[in-house]
């Protein structure tokens, strides 16, 4: 069993949106920092995005306006807001937590979770 399950993909036409969500897999796990990641086809697993438990985010340029991460503590839940939606956004979307976050950057922790399929199609 993975530590994190991430949920919320699907098939969306170009210039739509969706919304991923990440939580811990079991009760005895929290929500600290937290990365969104994803993998396209023949390419690297690659950072999206990240936040840490105050709320401060970084994003990477491909995805700045057009996506958003939250989270909600007391649901230990973080979320990817997509919009805009692309069809180079197609990929497994991950999110990763017990890394550190810092106003560089986050470096990414050793728990994930099994992947979320996002397909834009134009």
């Known amino acids: 069993q993975m530590p994190l399950v991430e949920s919320g993909g699907g098939l969306v036409q170009a210039g739509g949106s969706l919304t991923l969500s990440c939580r811990p897999s079991?009760?005895?796990?929290?929500?600290?920092?937290v990365g969104w990641y994803r993998q396209a086809p023949g390419k690297r697993r690659a950072l999206v995005g990240d936040?840490?438990?105050?709320?401060?985010?970084h994003y990477v340029e491909p995805v700045e306006g057009r996506f958003t991460i939250s989270r909600d503590n007391a649901k230990s839940t973080a979320y990817l807001q997509m919009n805009s939606l692309k069809p180079e956004d197609t990929a497994v979307y991950y999110c990763?937590?017990?890394?550190?976050?810092?106003?560089?950057?986050?470096?990414?922790?050793?728990?994930w979770g099994q992947g979320t399929q996002v397909t834009v199609s134009s």
């Open positions: 079991g009760r005895t796990m929290g929500l600290g920092a």
């Open positions: 936040i840490n438990s105050a709320g401060q985010t």
């Open positions: 990763n937590t017990g890394g550190t976050w810092t106003s560089e950057g986050y470096v990414q922790g050793d728990y």
